[in-house]
């Protein structure tokens, strides 16, 4: 299952370059749970606040006190 998490990471990576959000939000996400990639606090923080910033509404709901 791991491999797929990989997979699907890099995919996640390739779309958040075109600026989609739901990727954005998705591998922020996967950085927090160390899913696919490595734990990085900092890029989790990063992709889910340029989903945020473009309407993403779970993301903006993370980030909101």
């Not at 797929?4 to 950085?31: C, I, P, R, T």
């Not at 990639?37 to 993403?56: L, N």
């Amino acid at each position: 299952m791991r491999q797929s998490y990989e997979k699907a990471a890099k995919w996640f990576e390739k779309s958040v370059e075109q600026g989609h959000k739901d990727a954005q939000f998705n591998l922020g996400s996967m950085y927090i749970i160390r899913q696919g990639v490595e734990k990085d606090h900092a890029e989790a923080t990063k992709g889910i606040r340029k989903a945020a910033k473009q309407g993403h509404k779970i993301a903006q709901k993370r980030l909101s006190p």
